[in-house]
Every structure is written in C-alpha cells, then in structure tokens.
C-alpha cells in the first residue's frame, strides 16, 4: 500500500483478503473507542453494504480522494441500506468511521468485486476481524472456505430447494450456497430465499442475516434460537419449529467438544442420542436404555437434529470430530446414522485444517461426512467413497500454502458416481458395508491395507500380526497408570510419560519424579523388567515410538498412555529383534492408519493387535538385526550412565 500524495488515490497490492488486513490494522490503530474487533468489524460490514449500494445504484462522483465527499455518499447509501433491511440495521445505527477512515476503507475495497458469484467477500473479512478464536471456548470455529465450498459442491444443491443450517454460525455454508445456486442461474433474490440459517448466538446471527443479505440487499430467513431445543431466545417456539423434515439439502459444522453443555436435561430427554446405548450381543446392535446419558457432546445431538430437518432423500454435509467416526464410545451414533441414512462420503482432515495463523483455531481433526436421509428404514446399506486429505491449503501454524488435495478428492468422488474407476491413494477409495470393521468410519483405517503393503515381503519374511504372538503366548502387552500432579516432584523415581520415549531408549532426566511410596504402590503390578519395551500408545505425534528397558532402567513408574510389550521367550522373540520390527516403515505406517481420534487426542488402542510385524526368514538376518540393535543400545546406555557419572563425580569433595 502506498500512502496518498498530491490527491492521488492510494493503491493496494495483493488479494482482497490482504487488503482487509490493511483495513483492520489502519482502523485498529485510529479508531478510537471501537479497538475490538468485533466493533470494527461492524464498521467494515457497514461499508460493504454501502460499496454493494453505490455500485447497483450509479451515482456522480466528485472525487473518490475527497474524505468528506465519500462520507457524504457513504451516508446516503447507508440511509438506504437501513430502510431496505431493517432488521439487520437499526434505524439508530451510524456510520462511526471518521472521514479519513472512511476513504481509506473505500480505496482499500475499490478493486473487490462484490457482484461474483465466485467469491464471497463476508467470508474474508469475518476471518480476518474475528477468525477461530472468537468463540473457541464454546466450541464454535470459522470454517475455512475450502471446506464449505466442498461440502456445498458434493452435496449440489439445485434451484427451487430448501437449504438449512441449523447451527450457522455467520454463514458460510449459506452464503456458499447461494453463490452456488445463482452460478446455476438462479437470481440472487431467489437464491437467499431459498436458504434458512439457525443460531442460538445473537451476535453470530446478526453477522450471518448480513451476510446474506448482501449480494441480493434482500432480508436473509436466520433466526436467533436454539436448534436443538426448538426455541427463540424468548424461549418460545420459532418459525422452524414446525418444518422438521421439510429441507431438501442440510448443511452444518455443528459445535463440538467433550466439555460443552449442549442442551438442558428436559431438551436431552427429548433425543434418541440422549440417552445411554448398551450392547445387545444377542442381536448384534445397540439398544437405548432408559437412562439419560451423562454431558453428551453437542454434537452427538446435532447428528439428530440435523437428520430431523432433512427430508426423506434430503442430503446433508457435516463437518464432525474424527472421534465421532472412530471412537468406540460413539458406536451407538453411527448405528444411529446408519438406520436412518446412507453415509455416502466420509473424508478425513488433516488436524491443519481449523487453526489460524498465530494462537487461534484448534488442532481438532476432523471429518467432513456426506449422508442421504434414506426413504425407508429397511433400505440396505450403501458403499462409502473415502478419503484422507494431507493437505487443506494450511500448514500445521494455520499460515495459507498451495497444497490442497481437496479439489483432487472431489474429482474421484466424480469419477467414482459415474461409475468410472479412481486411481489407488488415499484420496479416494471404497469402502463396501461388510469391509467396515466395528462400525469404524475413519478414513485412515482403511486406506491402508497391511497385507497389499507387505506383499513384497512376503516371500523373505513371516508376516505376523500382535494379536497371534499373543494368542501364541510369545508377547503380553500392558499399560501404565496415572499417579496424579499431586506426586510430581515428591521423589527421585522416574515417572516416564510419552514425552519421555525417544527413539529406542528413556530420556535420562524426565520432567517428573515420584517418591519411593508411590513406586512400592505400583512396582510389583507393573513389573518392569529389562529387555521389556515401552511404547506410546496415545498421543498426537508420538504414537509407536518406543524404547527397550535395561538394567538401568527397572527403578521407574511409566504412565497409561504407554503399553508394556513383553517377550515370554526371548530365544523364539527377541526383544531386540521386536523392537527392530516396530520401527519398521511398513509398521510405522500401520500404526499411523490404525490409530484413532480419540476425545482430544490420538490412541492406537487396542488396535494395536492388528499391527502385522515383518519377520526376516532367514535365520541370518534375523541375527544380524538382533546384535545391531543390541550394540547400538548398549553404546547409548553406555554413554548415557558415563555422562550421568560424570556430573556427579564434579561435585565430589
């Protein structure tokens, strides 16, 4: 940007989204009384209105660098604006930009094109003014526009349909929706009349009926209420309420989060996915009890409200946690799903996908989830088009790259509906109802075949799974236990946590040490012996890494994220040679596929009986690994009791 000399007009460089961030930091730094974003944000929306205004209705300019005339159209347009939209703008409300900022905002937005239906300037400025941690406490995070845009394309909303969603946030989906459907040729009145957004944040309602309001300056159908209780912010029923099963396309990236209240006890009891789901073994499904359920997440309850809205046939686009789709405490809802749609898509995100650039956004992974209301409760089961996106647009610090595999994805799922085959890869394969394990929907689980990846090994080694060394009575695999924060620091025995495993040994100096007490409590049940491995079991990045227990390293507590992999016979299983093998590409990559969301963070859990390990045949090679592995850990041993010898020999008198 360069500032304006001798009445010249200021001109920026760079993409709309650039130019406001040059809009937020002028007016954050000059605004004088209105420094949260939230109130400059306003001030921004306002001018767009008014941009929308003076281009529809053509006006003399007298100079576009004139601060006072450019206030003075601003207000005409503004006036205007307010009396054709009454409820997004009060009667009361004004302009609170002085001249000098109002110019520098009009300039600033001169070259954005506000008439695309290619591009939704909302969007931009919602995410540069407020972005993901405006509301991150309550579960709520802008969704990024790639993925909207995915959503809304696969499930292809047409002209003359309802589109709801019940949890709109400032609309996104719907603003994508109508961009949609006046690129198929629909007016853009048409268009938001067509759309219907839901939420239970006022100020979030008001960002969103503005939001829609403005490509067509027409009045947006959002309304302030709770959708899973049905209710206005009066508490009363709202004009929604009575148009369950009417929609033909739902859309939605619903609240989530294990520690977020999502409805009052009396609205619970009033869903199916409020109450506890037990297993009935004889029948082989979950049957609901008669018990409430305890803290259901929001978005356990949103999956049946989400279904309710859609009619028969109605298709609907989710963007939910990955532990929703992998996680065994959530089986009962896809069971849930699965009665009463066809789960037509499931895509796996990468964890880059809701976090901004700086402190805000979340790590969550997540799926986006495409479904079809089925007509009848008996129609059978449907494949599933899967997917695992590396690459959102976003690096793991939120900042904008060029890789995303998002566009790819959508052109197998193309190819796939036309019946045409896709290339084999992660970003798209299918996945028939009977290859579905435990009614697992992650797509990592299964884009990862460990026999067609250990094919070429098959010849030179014995592929062997966990689970039969266990059943064989070979390994015994057990966890740690939590000692609490009280017992950090109340003694010199190591307390290992998964921080502390690196590769193949223990860190000499971890970052908590029990007292004696607590190691008698816990020494004879966890049994650490050397020649034993400690391996990570949950976590986000350390998952399967592991480390051999010594001599040096019996004296210890390891918590429960960690399993305890024993060999019962180290002359037919070799430690050395286990540890070998668990470090392995094929089995890293196994253990990356079978690992799942979990809550908040990743687990391999029991799956990890699944792990097929490559064992080299020949009798030589086998030994060859096993004395490499034992040099190179007796060499770090070595060095590591030498150093630690040495810082106590200087202080010796």
Aim: charged fraction near 25%; aromatic fraction near 8%; glycine fraction near 6%.
């Amino acid at each position: 940007m360069t500032k304006p000399q001798n009445g010249q007009m200021m001109l920026f460089a760079g993409t709309a989204r650039d130019a406001f961030r040059e809009i937020r930091n002028y007016l954050a730094g000059r605004l004088l009384g209105a420094t949260r974003d939230e109130a400059l944000l306003q001030e921004v929306v306002k001018c767009l209105f008014c941009k929308m205004h003076l281009e529809r209705v053509p006006i003399a300019w007298l100079e576009e660098n004139d601060a006072l005339q450019v206030m003075k159209r601003y207000r005409q347009a503004f006036d205007a604006v307010k009396a054709h939209l009454p409820t997004v703008f009060s009667e009361d409300d004004e302009i609170l930009l002085d001249p000098a900022s109002l110019l520098f905002v009009h300039q600033a937005m001169r070259n954005i094109e506000l008439h695309s239906a290619s591009y939704d300037p909302f969007g931009d400025v919602y995410e540069v003014f407020t972005g993901n941690g405006a509301r991150g406490q309550e579960g709520q995070f802008f969704t990024p526009q790639n993925a909207v845009n995915f959503l809304v394309e696969v499930v292809n909303p047409q002209p003359g349909e309802r589109i709801i969603d019940p949890a709109c946030g400032s609309g996104a989906f719907l603003s994508a929706v109508t961009r949609h459907l006046i690129r198929a040729g629909t007016s853009p009145q048409d268009a938001v009349a067509s759309v219907f957004g839901v939420d239970k944040d006022s100020y979030l309602s008001r960002l969103a009926t503005a939001r829609l309001s403005l490509p067509a300056l027409q009045m947006a159908q959002v309304y302030t209420a709770d959708s899973l209780a049905l209710q206005d912010d009066q508490g009363q029923s709202f004009a929604l309420s009575d148009e369950l099963g009417q929609f033909d396309v739902v859309l939605a990236n619903p609240p989530f989060g294990a520690r977020i209240v999502a409805a009052s006890k009396e609205v619970q009891a009033a869903f199916d996915l409020g109450y506890k789901w037990k297993p009935d073994r004889a029948r082989g499904r979950y049957v609901k009890s008669s018990e409430l359920q305890t803290n259901v997440p929001p978005q356990v309850l949103f999956i049946e409200r989400l279904l309710s809205f859609a009619r028969p046939g109605g298709r609907l686009g989710i963007v939910v946690p990955e532990s929703l789709v992998s996680s065994v405490s959530y089986r009962h809802v896809i069971q849930y799903m699965q009665d009463h749609a066809h789960i037509m898509m499931v895509v796996g995100m990468p964890e880059a996908l809701f976090k901004t650039s700086g402190k805000g956004g979340t790590h969550t992974k997540t799926c986006l989830l495409v479904l079809e209301k089925k007509e009848k409760p008996t129609e059978p089961k449907r494949s599933i088009f899967m997917a695992e996106a590396k690459w959102c647009g976003r690096d793991s610090r939120g900042r904008d790259i060029d890789k995303d595999e998002l566009p790819d994805i959508i052109a197998r799922w193309h190819q796939a509906r036309r019946g045409e085959s896709i290339p084999a890869g992660s970003l798209g394969y299918i996945v028939a109802p009977e290859q579905l394990v435990e009614d697992t929907l992650a797509p990592r689980y299964y884009g990862f075949d460990a026999e067609t990846d250990l094919a070429d090994l098959s010849e030179t080694h014995d592929l062997v799974s966990v689970g039969h060394l266990i059943e064989q009575g070979l390994l015994k695999i057990t966890t740690g236990d939590e000692v609490g924060k009280l017992h950090y620091g109340s003694g010199s025995i190591p307390f290992v946590r998964t921080s502390d495993i690196s590769t193949w040994e223990i860190k000499i100096d971890p970052k908590h040490g029990v007292s004696e007490e607590v190691y008698e409590s816990l020494a004879a049940k966890q049994d650490v012996q050397a020649g034993d491995i400690l391996m990570v079991r949950d976590g986000t990045y350390l998952i399967g890494k592991c480390a051999l227990i010594t001599s040096y390293d019996t004296r210890i507590v390891f918590q429960s994220h960690i399993y305890k992999l024993r060999s019962i016979d180290h002359e037919r299983l070799s430690p050395y040679l286990l540890l070998a093998a668990f470090g392995s590409e094929p089995v890293i990559r196994q253990i990356k596929a079978r690992s799942y969301t979990q809550d908040i963070i990743d687990t391999l859990g029991n799956r990890i009986v699944e792990i097929v390990l490559p064992i080299p045949k020949d009798a030589q090679r086998r030994e060859q690994v096993i004395r490499t592995v034992e040099k190179v850990i007796q060499e770090r041993i070595e060095a590591r009791e030498l150093a630690r010898q040495a810082c106590l020999d200087i202080v010796q008198p």
